[in-house]
C-alpha cells in the first residue's frame, strides 16, 4: 500500500475524531462546545467528568440514613485563611483539567454579596477575583447564554446562575468565596449558599494552557462567536428526505437512509390528532442504526415539551407554536439508519417526517446515539408512609448502559397532585462502577439550572423548562438539562439516577428521558414500554386521584373532582394537622354566598350515612353542604380560635347514584371572632349503606 495514502489516512482519522495531540485552550473548548460531530467519537481516556458541590454530607453511601439527607447548603471543602481572608473552597483539583458548567444559587441575607477567586496553578494570587454573581451570571468573564441566570421572568435572587465559560487549568484550580455572612456551626449553617461545579480531569499526558485575564482577552472574539452559534436559530437541514402518512393504532411510517459516509443531521416532526396531548406520548420515535435500535421515545419527549405543546429553543431540540418539533443531534451510522413513528394510540394520528443527512466519517471511535424513556405511572413518592423524615425517600434511574459512551444528558418530564414541591431530589450518577457518585448534587431544580422550585418557563441552550406550572400546585412540569462539555465519558459503565424527594406523601407521573451515544456491542437496562405510553395522560389531578368512594366507604376530600370554584383558590392542601393522608381539599378566599360544586363517584347505588371530617381554624367560615342538590347536615362554623384542628359531623342519609353524585359547598358567613379568609376543609367523606 502507498505509504502517503496511509499517512493521510492516518491523519484523517485523527481529524475526524477529534482526538488530536493539540494543546487544550479556551479557543479550543468553546469551538468543542458547538461542534456537535465531537460528541459522536469516544474521548478513549481523554478526560473524567466530576462535581463538586453543596450536597449534604450525611450522604455517604446508598445504605446508610442520610443517603436522602437534603442540607444541600453551605457545604465546603473547607475554610482557609488567606492574608486575613476567610476563604470557603468550593473546588479543589488537580490538573490537567478544566471547569466546564458552573452553577449556584443563595437564601439569606448577604449570602450573595460575597467575592469569588479562581486560584490557577497554585499561584497565591488569584487570576479572577470579583463579585459572585458578576463572575457566574454576569458580564465580567463572558456573556450570555455563557453566562446567565434563570428563569428571566423570576426574581434576580430566586434565579439559578450558570456560567458555561470553560475555564481550563494546566496543574490545578482551586474556587474559593468570601462571604462574610456565613457561620458554621454544629446545627446552624447560614445563609444558605447552594453550588454545583462540573469539571473535567483530563490524562496526566493532555496539554493544557491555563486561564488568565490575558487569555480571557485573547478569546474575546472565539466567546463571541460561540454564543452568537448558540443562540442563532437552526439553520436549514440538509439532504432532507420527507414523508408523511396518517397513521392508525399500531401503524408505523418509516423513512430509511442507507449508504456508507453519512449520518442524520436533524429530524423534525409534526404531529395533528384531535387528542395532540394523547398523540404526542403513544406517538413513538424508534430509530436503527446498522439494525441497532437505540432510540424508542414518545415524540414529545423526544423534543423536550411532554405531552403538551409548550414552544422552547435549546442547542438540541426546538419546539415552536405551529407544532413543529426539531432535534439536531447527530446521529452517525455505518451503512444505514431506519427512522420510525409508530402509533400506539387508539386514535389516529397525521405524521409529517422530515429527515436531515450530512458526511460523516465513521472510525473506531464513533458511537451510536441512544434515547431511552420511561414513566413512573402514578407512583406513591414515598416507599414507605411509616418512614420518618428522609427515610421515605427513594433513587430512580434514568438509565443504566453498558459498555462504552458519553452520557449526554436527561429530561423529566412530572405531573404534581399536591401543593408541593416534588423535586427536592439529587442527581446520583455512578460511573465505571464507582461506589459513590461522581457528580451528586443539590436538588432537581439545581441540576436542571433554575432554582427554588420556580415555574416560570425558560429556554437557554443547554437547560430549559417549557412548562413549570406543576412546581407548587397539581399540573406539570418540564425539564431538560442537555451535555456537551460537561458531557459523562464512561469506558464501561453509567448508572445515571436521581431521588424521588417529593414534600408530601402522594401519587405523581414521573417519566425520565435519557440521552447518549455508545459504541456498537452497548446494552441498556431500558426497554420499550407501549404499555405505560398507551396509558392516558393526566391533565388534571383526577386523571391520577379518582373521585371514588373505596371499598371501606371512606373518600379523601383532595380526591373530590372540583367541577367549580366561583370565588378565591381550591385544591388540595397538605400539611401535619392530623388529616388522613395529611392532605385536605382547601377552599380559601371565598366571597359569601357562593358554593363550590364538585363531584364523586359511588359504585353502587342505595341509601347512605354520610359524615365527613372537616377543618376547624380562626380563618374558617360557616357552610353549608348539600348532596345531590339537598341539605347535608346542619350549618357547620369552622371558626376555632386555637390552632387547626380536625372536626367529624354528621351530613345525614342520602340516596347515592351508582356513579356519578353531586357534593357542594356554601360560603354563609363568617364567625363574628373569625379572621378574613372565609375558608373551608374537607379532609375526607366517609359512606355507611343502609
Request: aromatic share 12%; glycine share 8%; with cysteine.
Amino acid at each position: 500500500m502507498n505509504r502517503l495514502y496511509v499517512l493521510f489516512a492516518l491523519l484523517a482519522a485523527q481529524i475526524f475524531t477529534g482526538c488530536t495531540k493539540e494543546k487544550v485552550t479556551l479557543e479550543s473548548l468553546l469551538s468543542e462546545q458547538t461542534n456537535r460531530a465531537a460528541l459522536t467519537y469516544f474521548p478513549e481516556n481523554n478526560y473524567r467528568l466530576k462535581q463538586f458541590s453543596s450536597y449534604d454530607r450525611k450522604s455517604v453511601s446508598p445504605d446508610s440514613l442520610g443517603w436522602w439527607a437534603n442540607a444541600d447548603f453551605t457545604q465546603f471543602i473547607r475554610e482557609e485563611q488567606n492574608e486575613g481572608r476567610r476563604e470557603f473552597v468550593l473546588l479543589d483539583a488537580d490538573g490537567p483539567g478544566a471547569v466546564v458548567r458552573w452553577w449556584m444559587t443563595f437564601s439569606g441575607p448577604d449570602a450573595f454579596s460575597g467575592t469569588i477567586r479562581i486560584y490557577i496553578d497554585e499561584n497565591p494570587v488569584p487570576a479572577v477575583v470579583g463579585d459572585v454573581l458578576e463572575i457566574v451570571s454576569g458580564n465580567l468573564l463572558a456573556i450570555e447564554p455563557l453566562a446567565s441566570s434563570v428563569s428571566p421572568l423570576t426574581e434576580r435572587e430566586h434565579r439559578g446562575h450558570n456560567l458555561y465559560l470553560p475555564i481550563p487549568y494546566g496543574k490545578h484550580c482551586k474556587i474559593t468565596y468570601e462571604c462574610d455572612a456565613v457561620k458554621i456551626e454544629p446545627n446552624k449553617r447560614v445563609p444558605s449558599i447552594y453550588y454545583n461545579i462540573c469539571y473535567r480531569e483530563y490524562d496526566k499526558k493532555v496539554e493544557v494552557e491555563s486561564f488568565s485575564m490575558d487569555v480571557l482577552k485573547r478569546a474575546e472574539p472565539a466567546i463571541k462567536q460561540t454564543a452568537e452559534k448558540l443562540l442563532a436559530p437552526f439553520a436549514p437541514m440538509t439532504e432532507i428526505q420527507e414523508k408523511t402518512g396518517k397513521l392508525a393504532e399500531n401503524e408505523t411510517l418509516e423513512l430509511e437512509i442507507s449508504g456508507k459516509g453519512q449520518a442524520v443531521s436533524g429530524i423534525a416532526i409534526r404531529l395533528n390528532a384531535s387528542d395532540l396531548n394523547q398523540a404526542l406520548r403513544s406517538t413513538v420515535l424508534v430509530i436503527l442504526f446498522d439494525e441497532n435500535q437505540t432510540v424508542w421515545i414518545p415524540v414529545g419527549e423526544f423534543f423536550g415539551t411532554g405531552y403538551q405543546l409548550h414552544p422552547s429553543k435549546t442547542w438540541f431540540t426546538q419546539v415552536d407554536s405551529t407544532g413543529w418539533m426539531e432535534a439536531r443531534w447527530l446521529m452517525p451510522f455505518k451503512n444505514n439508519a431506519k427512522i420510525q413513528v409508530v402509533n400506539y394510540g387508539a386514535q389516529p394520528v397525521d405524521v409529517a417526517l422530515k429527515v436531515g443527512t450530512e458526511s460523516y466519517k465513521w472510525s473506531s471511535k464513533s458511537m451510536y446515539f441512544g434515547a431511552s424513556w420511561h414513566e413512573h405511572n402514578q407512583i406513591a413518592t414515598s416507599k414507605n408512609d411509616s418512614l420518618p423524615g428522609d427515610e421515605w425517600h427513594f433513587d430512580m434511574n434514568f438509565v443504566k448502559v453498558g459498555g462504552q459512551g458519553v452520557y449526554v444528558g436527561d429530561a423529566v418530564t412530572v405531573f404534581n397532585t399536591v401543593d408541593g414541591w416534588w423535586g427536592e431530589g439529587d442527581e446520583k450518577i455512578f460511573v465505571d462502577g464507582e461506589k459513590f457518585p461522581s457528580s451528586i448534587g443539590t436538588g432537581s431544580e439545581d441540576y436542571y439550572g433554575y432554582a427554588w422550585c420556580r415555574p416560570e418557563v425558560f429556554s437557554h441552550p443547554f437547560i430549559a423548562q417549557p412548562a413549570g406550572y406543576g412546581s407548587f400546585h397539581p399540573g406539570m412540569s418540564v425539564n431538560m438539562r442537555y451535555r456537551s462539555l460537561d458531557a459523562i465519558p464512561f469506558q464501561h459503565e453509567i448508572n445515571s439516577n436521581i431521588e424521588m424527594w417529593h414534600w408530601v406523601k402522594t401519587r405523581v407521573n414521573y417519566a425520565q428521558s435519557a440521552f447518549w451515544y455508545a459504541k456498537p456491542g452497548f446494552v441498556s437496562n431500558d426497554e420499550p414500554d407501549i404499555e405505560t405510553v398507551k396509558i392516558p395522560v393526566a391533565l388534571k389531578r383526577t386523571d391520577i386521584y379518582k373521585p371514588e368512594v373505596d371499598s371501606t366507604g371512606k373518600l379523601e376530600g383532595e380526591y373530590l373532582e372540583i367541577v367549580n370554584t366561583p370565588s378565591g383558590e381550591s385544591g388540595p392542601q397538605s400539611g401535619n394537622w392530623g388529616w388522613s393522608n395529611s392532605t385536605q381539599l382547601w377552599w380559601r378566599n371565598a366571597k359569601t354566598g357562593d358554593e363550590m360544586v364538585l363531584k364523586f363517584n359511588m359504585k353502587i347505588a342505595g341509601n347512605y350515612a354520610v359524615s365527613a371530617q372537616l377543618t376547624k381554624a380562626i380563618d374558617y367560615g360557616i357552610v353549608q353542604f348539600y348532596i345531590n342538590g339537598k341539605p347535608a347536615g346542619m350549618k357547620f362554623n369552622g371558626f376555632y380560635a386555637d390552632g387547626v384542628i380536625p372536626f367529624m359531623v354528621d351530613l345525614g342519609k342520602h340516596e347515592l347514584n351508582a356513579g356519578e353524585n353531586m357534593l357542594s359547598v356554601k360560603i354563609l358567613g363568617a364567625d363574628k371572632n373569625a379572621k378574613p379568609g372565609n375558608m373551608a376543609g374537607i379532609d375526607f367523606l366517609q359512606f355507611s349503606k343502609l
